[in-house]
């Protein structure tokens, strides 16, 4: 089964970029479909991008045309491009990994945008 660890949340103003990374390990990571989720506090966890192992994108209305999920199989690595962020971005961000019937997560990192 897949492992995932995610970095590079942090404390960025609104209207401002952040990049968040997910590394996997295993040997079959191009065959996952990866995605970001988020929970910001008191709500569900919500999906936010994801990815298929043939790089198809989808994406939650909420984000689209700010946020770009992007994949590189050599590193084991999947991104989240954040831009124009809002402070209803804030949020704890998870990385999830799924192939087939399995699926794993990451234990998430933190966003927060402030106004």
């Known amino acids: 089964q897949v492992q995932l660890a995610e970095s590079g949340g942090g404390l960025v103003q609104a209207g401002g970029s952040l990049r968040l990374s997910c590394a996997a390990s295993?040997?079959?990571?191009?065959?996952?479909?990866m995605g970001w989720y988020r929970q910001a506090p008191g709500k569900q966890r919500e999906f936010v991008a994801a990815v298929t192992g043939g790089g198809s994108t989808n994406y939650a209305d909420s984000v689209k045309g700010r946020f770009t999920i992007s994949r590189d199989n050599a590193k084991n690595t999947v991104y989240l491009q954040m831009n124009s962020v809002k402070p209803d971005d804030t949020a704890v961000y998870y990385c999830?990994?799924?192939?087939?019937?399995?699926?794993?997560w990451g234990q998430g990192t933190q966003v927060t945008v402030s106004s």
């Open positions: 295993g040997s079959i990571f191009s065959r996952y479909t």
């Open positions: 999830k990994g799924q192939y087939i019937g399995s699926y794993a």
